[in-house]
Structure formats: structure tokens, C-alpha cells
């Protein structure tokens, strides 16, 4: 990590709603550049942080797509083309064999696209994040909810911002290094 | 396993009052600090002389099935009791039965999801694992059976030097191959994502060397960004939409084996969605039988209430009647349908040589569940304990009768044969319940038994 100084600041809170208020808020203050961490999914945050329509389910529908075709076209290659096998005079081309292998490598490609497309662009794996240097950080995963405002935000000043998020009356609020 | 806070601030006031109609899933008032420690503290301390004895045991029971199995492969197929009229038997009972095992960690994570069900996040974790576990017992007896299980590989469609031979993708032996590897590799990613968030509470508290370095590394770097939830979520819904019809496509697909030939007893249109409703059925008994053990073993009764076990009581009842107007239908459809071969099969099931094993299977799966009907069996821990495992013996029996019934009296009377399973093959049966309990302990000492995050979720369901 090349980068020094301060990624940003970070407030903590004990209770969800209060998160979700200090989000809307910093929002209203003109913030853009922030996230929240929390230990359970709120889907209010999402309201509150204008996230964009995630572009998950578009990959998803492509690997259904691609799992579909590929599972039909090896069926058909390979028991048309690469090894015919012709059984009691019946045509060749016998898709409704083919549905059910068509159907799970549907789900397959699918579920791996979604799995793969989510970690792709949440960035994990992710061997290092500047928000695990704040102090109390740990307790994200387990009992308190926090809210960081980034350093790149145009709108952040360091002594502006600390006095902003203090005024939400958090539990504490902290500096987040490099 | 999201929270609607969305009004939350402006309507404080209605979190305030309790519901008078729904009672917390979640019982003695817990706070999320409680959670983390309740479920975190049972992977920090060491496991008690209760969990080791049955480790131990189970441990020991795997060995001598591995033992069996070993000297059936080494020696051939002949160490069972098979011939050449009954060439399936045990070994294809068990892995239906295991099959059907891992139906219920799919449904209470996918199907439940669904439908909103949100008692679901007590169980759904070792609901998950349970299926995975019962899915891997279910894939080593195909394996087996193939006599040459060093070969099994030959079933994936690859390029090869073989005269670039392919697999048949006509044959539903095939189709069952694809369906249940999809199904396992599906059912590991959705547990394997639902733990994320859970492994990163395990690493920010868990200090002892090894088990923080596991964490650490399964949990990716998970830091509980907003962003990172938002997308979590949308691709655990899109997951659940996914697995459903895959829950139902794998017992459908076994029963595919069955139905597409031509044994009068196995030709038949009822067995998909009679096999799927007994999969769940026997799913969920195994499930309760777990849940029941895991609650005290590990003092959970806090999260594993009796209300979850009353709704799994429910659903048993639910599949378990589906299940019987399916033995009715089939039987009905075998004397509708005028075919002599089909009528002898069906009086030949409830009185030939193996009707006390078809009595049985009606016995504990069409009369048992229907004690469910009543408060009392549905409250009292005791018997749901009892029912649910009478449940899975008459889960276990019915595939044996549908698979041995069927083949042990063909059309030539004079290939008419009776089976009997040699020790081999019972020693090989029980050592995959040892296989199963071992895994499942191993599961219960390393990783979140239950669901943290979702839980934390519903925490405050139906409280202040």
C-alpha cells in the first residue's frame, strides 16, 4: 500500500437506525464517497446510499444463457456428431433426452456467474481494506454499525467532516489510515 | 435474511409493543453481542465429553464401513447379495435414501427464502450442511456399485483416447450423474456464501492461531461495506430462485432411473413429484432429529425453538400425506391400468415375501406423520423425536421396496429370486450413518451453527 494518510473518517453506531439516519444525512451534507459497515444486511442503507441497480442479475442471465447453449451443443455434438449412436432406427437428433443435462448446466453456469460476478465486483477476494485500521473496526462484524466517509469526497475536510459526523452523536469517531 | 428498517425512524413507536399474534423466533431477549458470543463461544471452547463420545463412536462405526467397502472393492460385487434377477438393492436404496436426506437443507434455505419464511435462519445453517454431508454419503454408493469406482471419471464427458468415446447423454443414469454433481456443487457454493459473513465474525473474535488463519482466509476479506451486502443479497435471492427448481429436479432426476424403464412397479408417471414429496419428507424428519440433538448437545434452545420444530412438524405432515395418496395412486393405477403384470406387482408388494417390509413403509410413513395433526405430538419434544426417526426407517424401507419388490418377481417366473444383504453390504449401510454423524460433529466444532447475520436479522421479529 503505496497510499498514506487518511482514507477517512469513521463513526460508529450502536443501533441500525441510527446508522440509516446519519446516512441520509451525510447524504443531505452533499457526501458521496462513503460506505457502511454493518454486521446484517439493511436494505434501508440502500435507499439511503442512492446504491445503483446491482449489474448481477445481467450475469447471471448471460451464464444461464451460455450454460444453456453449451450443455445443448455438447449433447448434440456428441451423440450427433463426434459419436453417433443410432438406437432402433429413431432420429438422431432426440432433444428431449437432451433436456434435463440442458436444465442443470443451465442452473450450474447460472449459479457460478452469480457467485463469481457478485465476489468480482465486491473486489474479494480482498486481502487488505483501510477500514480494518480504525480502532473498534472488529466489533462491524458483530454488534455496532459504522459509517465511513471517504478522504477522496470532494466535499471532505478533515476538521468539517470529524465535526459533522460528531454532531450525529455517534459512539465515537475515529481516523481511518492507509 | 434482510431487515425492513425502512420506517424505522419515523415509526418507533410501533417496535415498541409486542405482537399479540406472533411470538419471537429468537427467545430470552438477545442482543446481537449475545448472538455473536452464543454461537462464536460454541467454536472457542473445547468440545465437552458428550460431543467426543459421539465422535468417537461415529468415528468408529465409519471405519468399519470404510473396512466393508474396501473389501467389497477389492474383492468384486459377489460379496453382495445381489443375482441376476435382483441387481440392485441395497447399495441403490441407501444412495436414494441419502439423496432424499439432503432434500430438506436446500428447501428450508431456498424454498423457505422464498416465501419469506423467517424461522428459517435458526436452522437453515446446519439444515445446509446436513444436505451437503447426506449428499456426499449418497454419491460414494453408485461409486461403489460401478465395481471399478477408480474408472467412475468415465462418466464426465471429456475428450479422450478411448476412440474418443462419449458418454450417453440418452441414458437417465447419465442425467442423474449431472443432476446430483450440479446439485452438490450448488448446495456447497449457497452454504459456502451464507457463511462469508459469519466466517468474518469468527476471524475479528476468534484469537487462537489456526483457527484465525482459517477464518481469515475463508472470510475474503468481508468487511460488512454496505455495498458488498447490497450485491450479497441480490445474488443470495437470485441463488434461492435457482435452487428451487434444482431441489426439485434431482429427485425427480433419480426417480428418472426408475420410471424410464420398463419393471411394471418402476414405469410409472407418479414417481417425480412422489419421490420429490419423500425426499422433503425424509428430509425434514432428518432434520428435526438432528435439530433436537444439536439443541441440547449445544445448548441452543434459546434459537432452536419448539416453535421451529412445530413448523417442521407441519411440513412433515404436509409431504408425509402427499406421500400417502401417492402409495394410493399407485396402487389404483396398478389395477386401473388392466395390466396384469402391474396388478401382480402391486399384491405382490403387500403380500408377497417382503410385505412386512411394505407394511412397514406404509406404517411409519402414512400413519406416523399423522400424529402431527395434534398440538401435542407437533409441542412435545419426546415424541417428535421418536416420530421423526420412525419417519426415515419408513423413508429407508420404501425404497427398498419399490427397488427390491419390483425386481425380485420379473415376467419369467422361473428367474423369480429372493434377496437377502450379506454383512458386507448392512456393515457398509451403517458405516455411511458414520460417516454422516462424523462429518456432521466435525461441522458443529469448526464452523457457525447457526446463521449469525440472519439471525441478528429477526432478532427484534415480534419484540420491542
Known sequence: MEKKGLYGLIAEFDTPTDVVNAVHKAYDAGYRKMDAYTPFPIEALNEALHLKRSKVPLIVLIGGIVGALGGYLLQYWASNIAYPMNIGGRPMHTWPMFIVITFECTILVASFSAVLGMLALNGLPQPYHPVFNSPRFELASRTNFFLCIESDDPEFDERKTREFLEQLSPGKVSDVEH | ?464
Not at chain 2, 415509526?11 to 399479540?20: F, G, K, R
Not at chain 2, 419428507?281 to 434459537?303: H, N, Q
Not at chain 2, 411440513?315 to 395418496?325: A, D, E, N, P, Q
Open chain 2, 1 to 464: 435474511m434482510s431487515v425492513a428498517l425502512k420506517h424505522e425512524g419515523e415509526h418507533e413507536a410501533h417496535h415498541q409493543e409486542l405482537s399479540p399474534l406472533r411470538r419471537p423466533l429468537i427467545e430470552g431477549r438477545k442482543t446481537y453481542g449475545d448472538v455473536t458470543t452464543d454461537i462464536c463461544s460454541l467454536m472457542e471452547r473445547k468440545p465437552g465429553g458428550l460431543w467426543w463420545a459421539a465422535f468417537i463412536t461415529s468415528l468408529t462405526i465409519f471405519l468399519a464401513g470404510a473396512i466393508a467397502t474396501t473389501y467389497t472393492v477389492t474383492t468384486g460385487i459377489g460379496t453382495w447379495g445381489l443375482n441376476k434377477t435382483v441387481g440392485w438393492a441395497f447399495d441403490i436404496t441407501n444412495f436414494v435414501f441419502w439423496i432424499g436426506i439432503g432434500h430438506a437443507g436446500t428447501f428450508i434455505s431456498a424454498i423457505l427464502f422464498l416465501f419469506n419464511q423467517k424461522w428459517r435462519t435458526s436452522v437453515n445453517r446446519s439444515a445446509e450442511a446436513m444436505t451437503l454431508i447426506a449428499v456426499m454419503c449418497a454419491g460414494i454408493f453408485p461409486i461403489i456399485h460401478m465395481g471399478r469406482p477408480w474408472l467412475f471419471y468415465w462418466v464426465l464427458p471429456y475428450p479422450n483416447q478411448r476412440g474418443s468415446l462419449w458418454v450417453n447423454f440418452r441414458s437417465p443414469l447419465l442425467w442423474d450423474f449431472f443432476a446430483i454433481s450440479t446439485y452438490f456443487i450448488i448446495s456447497a457454493v449457497f452454504w459456502y456464501l451464507g457463511l462469508v459473513p459469519d466466517l468474518a465474525t469468527a476471524r475479528d473474535r476468534i484469537r487462537s492461531k489456526w483457527r484465525h488463519a482459517l477464518y481469515r482466509v475463508m472470510s475474503l476479506g468481508w468487511n460488512g461495506s454496505n455495498r458488498t451486502w447490497s450485491r450479497y443479497e441480490t445474488v443470495y435471492l437470485i441463488l434461492a430462485a435457482l435452487a428451487t427448481p434444482l431441489v426439485l429436479s434431482v429427485h425427480s432426476i433419480v426417480s428418472f432411473d426408475f420410471a424410464t424403464s420398463v419393471i411394471p412397479g418402476w414405469h410409472s408417471t407418479i414417481f417425480p413429484p412422489y419421490f420429490v414429496a419423500g425426499a422433503v419428507f425424509s428430509g425434514f424428519a432428518m432434520v428435526m432429529t438432528l435439530m433436537i440433538l444439536v439443541r441440547k448437545l449445544m445448548k441452543l434452545e434459546a434459537y432452536i425453538t419448539p416453535q421451529h420444530l412445530e413448523n417442521m412438524c407441519k411440513v412433515t405432515l404436509l409431504t408425509g400425506s402427499i406421500v400417502t395418496v401417492a402409495y394410493l395412486t399407485e396402487a389404483f393405477i396398478g389395477f386401473y391400468s388392466g395390466n396384469p403384470n402391474e396388478m401382480f406387482v402391486i399384491i405382490n408388494r403387500a403380500m408377497g415375501p417382503y410385505s412386512w417390509a411394505y407394511w412397514t413403509m406404509v406404517t411409519c410413513n402414512a400413519i406416523v406423520p399423522q400424529f402431527f395433526w395434534f398440538k401435542k405430538a407437533r409441542t412435545s419434544i419426546p415424541m417428535i423425536f421418536v416420530l421423526s426417526i420412525l419417519i426415515n426407517v419408513g423413508m429407508w424401507f420404501e425404497r427398498f421396496v419399490i427397488i427390491v419388490t419390483s425386481l425380485h418377481r420379473d415376467f419369467l417366473p422361473s428367474s423369480w429370486a429372493m434377496y437377502t444383504p450379506t454383512v458386507t453390504e448392512i456393515v457398509i449401510m451403517l458405516g455411511s450413518f458414520g460417516l454422516f454423524f462424523t462429518l456432521f460433529l466435525l461441522f458443529l466444532r469448526i464452523f457457525p451453527v447457526i446463521s449469525m447475520n440472519e439471525v441478528k436479522g429477526v432478532l427484534h421479529y415480534a419484540r420491542d
